[in-house]
């Protein structure tokens, strides 16, 4: 049964919750009639086939290019200048650092051994559901996602003569049972910062108490003490190297502008970290286990068959930073575009590989540098790294605030009156409220697994401020769909948008009429999304009044007057100042 409550509720709501229907429901036929846009979308994809003119790949490169691609830039990054002193055998456990360059773990699990394992423990939990409405924690998409950079990570190692080592369950039970075979030393990991994934940490720590080595020649023990294998987490998921702030973790500055002004008068970036061709030799092992399917994650399989289709892995990972910023030039105009809505490129679309850590952050930095030194310096190259700091400052965040990033009142512990309106959250979550910028930018994001940075702000603002719904509905639901979902950004943002995060500005009000005529002005996003809204005049999309399904709520400030199709006295109003300042620039 499904209990929802209409108004603010003290009772506890883990698990009352359950979605209506599952994530895989939520795919949208492919139209009948072949819009202009898709045209547009066929003729901008090289690679579309007569199947697949809805879809656009991202990267939009061949296997055979990104292969050649990512092993020029794997030769860029690699040096067998340092040498190794190690002794006997010490594993990296991969975990969101799904990549080979510029991978710290990696590099120290090699450098302090004669032989690595590299191991990745499919973990069940992430597979369960949402911690307070019970929604898939990991949506079809993102499972297809992750797996593609497992099978890519293996291919990657094998390259250098290692492999992985993939195995289903728990890492607490796996790992310290692995370092008890292999009477491996150390094991090597990503730091990371929330709740679940440090309980993780604690609880491998403490299963490797129990593991007894025979005491190692080269440290000799005291006749009844074993040698104890430890685990070195290491430091990764970030621009600015957490060891080189400025402040404390517990003093980071609140407010942006101050963390971002301070990080760059006072910190350099690290150089990205590199490593040897080969890493062998390979530890003996029997059964290397395979990259799962994703029915053997008891995921029911998602198709993308219109908008974006990411590739997952370092590989694709790489292509897409050498086409966003090489192959297109598209990086000296990132500033001018990054509002976009359509397309591959708007922006850079590098957050799912982020995510994973099939990219690194510092290799980023290190191509806008040299794209700087080759090409050209401006604001649109400076602006990449501005983004990025904004990644880096919610990561840290999240070690200051804990878990209240996901806590209703947030950071703040603001209190406020939330409704949980099941009708209403269902309207927003299918993209069915009435407001063609709102439905499609949520069928987007259910059709692809990524919405853009504008879009992600519109949504979130509609939710929370003009339905009153619980924030932590909406975060959880992009937790589900995202590809890039990473905890502190998601939440991050989220309690940002819903006020109750440290934004200087705390009514932060996405006005859709004015959003329309800013970032859609011709209608082109929502009728890409929204098929029916192509044969409209470009003037009537955003308010197609009777063509369209009828509005949920009415908008906070604003409310459309008129269903004539003529637009809303509101939306004239944000026109005529949208134009005055467009002639003001010029
Ligand atoms: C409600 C909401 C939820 C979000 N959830 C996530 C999430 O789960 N994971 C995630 O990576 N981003 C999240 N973002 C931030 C942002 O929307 C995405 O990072 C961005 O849209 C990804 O597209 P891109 O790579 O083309 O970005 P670009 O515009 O090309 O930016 C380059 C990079 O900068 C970083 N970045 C840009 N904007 C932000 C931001 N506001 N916060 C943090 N990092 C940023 C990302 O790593 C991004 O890849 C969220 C934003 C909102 C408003
Ligand atoms: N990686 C993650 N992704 C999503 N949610 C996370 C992640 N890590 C932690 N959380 C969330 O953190 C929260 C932990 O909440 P819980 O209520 O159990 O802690 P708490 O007892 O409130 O913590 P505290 O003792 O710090 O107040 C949950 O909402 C959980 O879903």
Known sequence: ?????????????????????????????????????????????????????????????????????????????????????????????????????????????????????????????????????????????????????????????????????????????????????????????QKETCSEEVDVERLVKKALLQVKLPPSPEKPTSHHSTNCPKLQLVWGSTMYHMDDLPFSTNSIPDVYTQFRKSIEAKCAIRRCVKIPTSLLPTPSVEDWGCVPSIDLLGIQSQKVNKGMKFLGGETAALSRVFEYFWKKDLLKTYKETRNGMLGPDYSTKFSPWLASGSLSPRFIYEEVIRYEKERQANDSTYWVLFELIWRDYFRFLSIKYGNSIFHLGGPRKVEKRWSQEQRLFESWRDGCTGYPLIDANMKEVSTTGFMSNRGRQIVCSFLVRDMGIDWRMGAEWFETCLLDYDPCSNYGNWTYGAGVGNDPREDRYFSIPKQAQTYDPEGEYVAYWLPELQKLQKDKRHFPGNSYIEQIVPLKFGTPKKHNGQGTAFAEKQTKGFKRLERKKK
Not at 23 to 32: G, K, N
């Open 1 to 189: 049964m499904v209990i929802l409550h209409s108004a603010m509720s003290s009772l506890p709501l883990k698990k009352l919750i359950q979605p209506s229907k599952p994530i895989s429901a939520l795919t949208h036929p492919i139209p009948t009639t072949q819009a202009k846009l898709s045209i547009h979308f066929q003729i901008m994809n090289p690679n579309a086939s007569s199947s697949s003119i809805h879809t656009y790949q991202v990267p939009a490169l061949d296997s055979d290019q990104m292969c050649r691609i990512a092993d020029q830039t794997f030769d860029r990054y690699s040096s067998n200048a340092v040498k190794r002193k190690g002794k006997g055998t010490a594993i990296v456990w991969f975990r969101n650092d799904l990549r080979i360059l510029d991978n710290e773990a990696l590099f120290k699990a090699w450098a302090s051994s004669e032989a690595v394992l590299p191991v990745y423990c499919v973990d069940p939990r992430l597979f369960g559901s949402t911690y307070y409405f019970g929604f898939p924690k990991t949506g079809a998409l993102r499972a297809q996602f992750i797996i593609e950079c497992l099978a890519d990570l293996k291919k990657n190692l094998m390259k250098r003569g290692l492999n992985l080592l993939i195995r289903h369950g728990k890492p607490e039970e796996i790992i310290p049972s692995l370092v008890q075979g292999f009477a491996a030393h150390t094991v090597y990991a």
